[in-house]
């Protein structure tokens, strides 16, 4: 007998994809596919160039962004700030500074602040959540009472509470107020997630197995909960720069005038809108672009994550 | 002795607000070493409930169990939480229902086998890993080495529940719970992990407590077979009095709902009628009263009792007699 030709190609193929498939997660999923989608890319792509630039920006700056220029300052008056001018491609700002290369090296501070006050904002709130989590009782209860105090507070107003209570604000400033506004929230997406993978299947049966509770906790509950909260983080940098910036806009931020953050830029440069109005407007668009990169980055993560949307 | 005891175990679920309800109602029964018995019954009849307390996995605030588990003697009950986590995967395995969510679906599926022969076996990584190469060979995983590092989404049904029979055999257990483990598979899938089960308890000599609403599970795996309704045993036989001579009206009319290879063709199959909503409580009546053909007066006033009976053990006052099953056969 003779056996069926294309059958065999077939089988053979199988066993070709099933010896190449090795051991793919749900991560290397995920991946796979935000990079199909156009949204996602965007969002990557902003992100990257934002990064690089914060890395960059010191030697891309063209002139020094820390000391005033006295070409810019020789014709700097109250009424009229220079515009572009050789050698200075946006002209000064209101201090006689090169604009432009303050505003490459604004975005260190902006990803600086960023980043460290969504890290502790995470990480206070994983360990509270997931204290919470793990192991209810009047623990759960206490703690979740806390972040209910928190969360009733409107969080910008609790931002710049916490920053007022500082004497002499500094970059730590903000980055800490902004921190405490985000605990409760990473506290409470732990907990709901870590509640929901104690009553799982897997958790039973991992239990039924008489594995120890530390290696539950640390093995199957945490690290199926962590997907909403890589979402979140990626969301909450986003306004975590909003935030930050609009403590430096309101003078509770770093109180030296030297210092370039798009945010206190924003704040200084609004007394001479109607003199240039690029100073107020280029920060601006540097903060809006940069929390937009950054929210299409973490809405196509939610989206890739979702098991709803898989296949 | 009996590897495992089960005496008068009773559970009931209270809640604030809402009246206790007795989900196992003083269930009795005895496991030897090496025998397959069988807990049968329709959802809501008590035998996954019955499973978890045994496993000792039912949530301390809520629900309360009664009566002893002896196992090897000693009454599984009683233990703390740490003696029982101690056990439980050494000397009692459970298998579930539903393999894809039993497995933790972002740890590759070696870890999960690997875990558990560390936690109990002593042993060290890479020993562990050979062996649980070994586990996935032995329930007919093929190229098992490679499978160690994939993911249980990658997995067939078929293969995730080996996986999760072998996890559950990995520190070769005494006593096995396999509470529906064919359930969520598909016919041939269902035959063949029935014979492996089948193969692994013979080979190993664990005791299996195979809990299903499928009697041709029963069929084919038990060596006995205790019937549940309402949180009760009502019939308890060997699997051959089961299906040539049951005598509880439930029992028949289980039998009477699945179909026949030798039936005449156009024979229609018999349902039970009504739900187990339709239950009575036991205290003064039989809670199948309601939906039993043989119903009489005395069986809403008198609880029935479990009594011996040809062999076997019977709960009902007007039972089937094997002459009336073989007739109405026919």
Known sequence: MTAPKPLKRKAGRIDDLASSSGGTSLAADAFKRMSRSPVAITGAVITVLFVLLAIFSPFLAPKNPYIPYDELRATLRPDSIPGPMPGFVLGSDQNGYDF????????????????????????????????????????????????????????????????????????????????????????????????????SDHVLAATALGVRRRTIVFRHMLPNSMGPVIVQA???????????????????GDSDPSRAEWGLMLGKSQSYLDVKPELAFYPAIAIILVALGFTLLGESLREALDPKNRR | MALLEVRDLSVVFRRKGTTPFTAVDGVSFDVEPGQTVGLVGESGSGKSVTALAIMGLLPKRGAEVRGSVRFEGADLLTLSDKQFRDRRGRDLGMVFQDPLSSLNPVIPIGLQITEVL???????????????????????????????????????????????????????????????PTTALDVTIQAQILALLSELVRDTGTALIMITHDLGVVAGLCDEVNVMYGGRVVERASRHALFSASRHPYTHGLLASIPRLDAPRGEKLVPIKGSVADNIPWDQACAFAPRCPNALGRCREVSPKLEPDNGGMLRCHNPVGPLTAAAERR
């Open chain 2, 118 to 180: 560390e936690r109990h076996r002593g042993m060290a990584r890479r020993q562990a890993r050979a062996e649980a190469a070994d586990l996935l060979n032995r329930v007919g995983i093929p190229d098992p080495s490679r499978r160690l590092s994939e993911y249980p989404h990658q997995l067939s049904g078929g293969m995730r529940q080996r996986t999760l029979i072998a996890i559950a055999l990995a520190c070769r257990p005494r006593l096995l719970i396999a509470d529906e």
């Open chain 1, 234 to 252: 990626t969301l909450t940098l986003a306004t975590a720069i909003i935030d930050a910036a609009a403590l430096s806009f309101l003078g509770l």
């Open chain 1, 100 to 199: 432009f290369s303050r505003l490459l090296v604004g975005s260190q501070q902006t990803l600086i602040v960023g980043v460290c006050a969504t890290l502790i904002g995470v990480a206070v709130g994983m360990v509270i959540g997931g204290l919470s989590g793990a192991t209810g009782g009047w623990v759960d209860t206490l703690l979740m009472r806390f972040t209910d105090i928190l969360l009733a507070i409107p969080s910008l107003l609790l931002a710049i509470s916490i920053a007022a209570l500082f004497a002499h604000g500094t970059q730590w400033t903000v980055i800490v107020a902004v921190a405490v506004v985000n605990v409760p929230i990473f506290a409470r997406l732990l907990r709901g997630a870590m509640l929901a993978q104690r009553s």
